[in-house]
């Protein structure tokens, strides 16, 4: 894949439902190629380690690739390649940067390299340009078709839908307007009242909508400069979890900033635990442990709050991990940060461990959760950059008005059976 690991692991799931052995295959984003050939070959690279770390996108992505494509270059890796692969294929290419198509075409030497995309799907926006498909990508590899069947669509039955979404897409690319009067009844719309608080909770409405056949999954795509408002919708949204940027920003400067030793780590462990999980009774629960603590309580503590009191009389990472636990198997609690809670967890456990760092624990968490991937929950919310290679029995956008006419086109092709409740 070009870039999002979410729809890596969507790869991964269909090629285990179609029976293929893991052994047959490795699936990858280039990003994550990239990193691990930069860790095999630290000489070749010729950065410092600190961008394995990737604390700085901007910088730190783009020295592993030019890192990877200078081995390639060289042409000291070929042998190995060629011993470990038979081909490679490279789905979402329209994302691709110039350095990425750079890497991919140095792979074509040692192995055969076939390259899929849409040109009206990329939406992703880089400081490095992306890929001209006539100029870079033909140029390179020369076209042997394009297809042209819904199979997706006509796979569960919804042809209509499917072939609908064909003329959308012809009259995107000419730059018509997209009218729903025409759409099949699978294309719902739902039209927003005036009054923005009335809008607001129609939004929420629709974000409990429910996919058209029993255990079908669902996609809620919000706007990608906005994470605050997915996570808003899945804390609403029974059963929904957040698909975000795999760097974790906000776990990151959680974890710079956190010492367990001083005043008001409790209060930063529940805040942030408050990011993750709903129902945790934040007020009630601080109240309690303050009755408990004064020893006026009448009722025991229960696991949640003996966690926090042990937690306040010697805090320390093995008793803030033990305090997460708690927190997450708590009645009524419910994650709807799931990658986020994995991370943290796997840190927490890795510091007490292998004696590292708290921070240097996320960042191997993180990492390792790149690499092993991961797979969208069956009630998913997410912008269209990292839902895109996704698909689902029905999608949601609460505002298409602001996406723009190519983020349009990638909401409305994620739905199988039905595109949902269009504001």
């Known amino acids: 894949m070009t870039h999002t690991n979410a729809g ?4 991964d799931w269909q090629l285990e439902r179609a029976s293929v052995p893991q052994k047959a295959y490795r699936s990858l984003t280039i990003d994550s190629w990239a990193g691990r050939g930069a860790m095999k070959f630290p000489g070749e690279r010729g950065s410092p380690a600190s961008v394995l770390r990737h604390e700085n996108k901007a910088t730190d992505y783009p020295a592993n690739r030019h890192g990877v494509l200078r081995a390639l270059q060289s042409g000291d890796i070929n042998d190995l390649l060629a011993a470990t692969y038979c081909g490679v294929i490279v789905d979402e290419y329209q994302g691709c940067s110039i350095t990425q198509h750079g890497l991919i075409r140095a792979l074509s030497v040692p192995l055969p390299v076939c390259v899929l995309g849409d040109t009206l799907q990329a939406i992703f926006g880089f400081r490095e340009p992306t890929v001209d498909w006539d100029r870079h990508v033909r140029n390179d590899f020369p076209e042997v078709g394009c297809l042209s069947t819904p199979w997706r669509w006509r796979r569960v039955g919804a042809e209509a839908l499917g072939q609908w979404l064909l003329d959308v897409r012809q009259k995107i690319l000419s730059g018509a307007l997209v009218s729903l009067s025409g759409a099949p009844r699978a294309v719902r719309h739902v039209q927003l009242s005036s009054a923005p608080k009335t809008a607001n909770f129609q939004r929420m409405e629709v974000a409990r909508s429910r996919a058209p056949n029993k255990d079908g999954g669902f996609l809620i795509i ?15 949204t029974f059963g929904a979890s957040v698909v975000e940027s795999i760097d974790l920003v906000d776990l990151a400067q959680f974890v710079r900033r956190f010492d367990p030793s ?15 999980m709903t129902n945790l009774g934040g007020v009630e629960l601080r109240r ?5 603590q004064a020893g006026k309580a009448k009722k025991a503590a229960n696991a949640l709050e003996a966690a926090c009191l ?18 997450e198997t708590s009645p009524d609690v419910r994650v709807y940060r799931n990658e986020a809670l994995r991370v943290l967890k796997s840190a927490f456990q890795r510091a007490c461990a292998d004696g590292i760092t708290f921070y240097e624990a996320v ?3 993180r990492e390792a959760h790149r690499h092993n991937g991961r797979r969208a929950g069956r009630v998913a919310v997410g912008s269209t950059l990292l839902l895109k290679g996704l698909e689902a029995d029905l999608a949601v956008v609460p505002h ?6 190519k983020n349009l086109y990638v909401v409305l092709s994620r739905g199988a059976r039905e595109v949902g409740d269009l504001l």
Do not use: D, N, Y
């Not at 890596?8 to 790869?11: G, Q």
């Open 8 to 11: 890596r692991a969507a790869l």
């Open 222 to 236: 919000a706007r990608s400069e906005k994470p605050e408002t997915h996570r808003q919708l899945a804390s609403v």
């Open 262 to 276: 001083t005043s008001g780590s409790m209060e930063a462990l529940l805040e942030i635990a408050g990011e993750m």
């Open 288 to 292: 309690r442990l303050a009755t408990l």
């Open 310 to 327: 042990r937690f306040g009389a010697a805090p320390s990472l093995k008793a803030a991990s033990v305090l997460f636990g708690a927190l």
């Open 363 to 365: 960042v191997r968490a």
């Open 400 to 405: 298409p008005e602001q996406i723009g006419a």
